[in-house]
Nanobody, 122 residues
Framework: HVQLVESGGGSVQAGGSLRLSCVSS????????MGWFRQVPGKEREGVAV???????RYADSVKGRFTSSKDNRKSTLYLQMNSLTPEDTAMYYC?????????????????RGQGTQVTVS
């Protein structure tokens, strides 16, 4: 059973930064591709970033150069550093374990996700 708990969301002005955290287990971070997706009510999920077991990352075009995903296996924590935020980044952000292709487009379909943390950019 994969347990994921996100934190770090909040309200920030455009151009600001936030760092999201996702606490899991060492087993999960070591053995699964992990990722982030976001969702706005009434819209489809959007894959944001993934990080594979080796630490390699992939990003959606919409966040490339602004967002950075990382993980600390010793702390059992996944991170998403978000810089240069815009109002278009406003969404509920979820971390997830991706058991398929380890792409931003596949993490959106994961059934193993946390409860989410809200990010609001004004």
């Amino acid at each position: 059973h994969v347990q994921l708990v996100e934190s770090g969301g909040g309200s920030v002005q455009a151009g600001g930064s936030l760092r999201l955290s996702c606490v899991s287990s060492q087993h999960t971070l070591k053995h699964f591709c992990m990722g982030w997706f976001r969702q706005v009510p009434g819209k489809e999920r959007e894959g944001v970033a993934v990080i594979d077991r080796a630490g390699n990352t992939r990003y959606a075009d919409s966040v490339k150069g602004r967002f950075t995903s990382s993980k600390d296996n010793r702390k059992s924590t996944l991170y998403l550093q978000m810089n240069s935020l815009t109002p278009e980044d406003t969404a509920m952000y979820y971390c997830a374990a991706d058991t398929s292709r380890c792409l931003p487009s596949s993490v959106v379909r994961s059934d193993h996700r946390g409860q989410g943390t809200q990010v609001t950019v004004s």
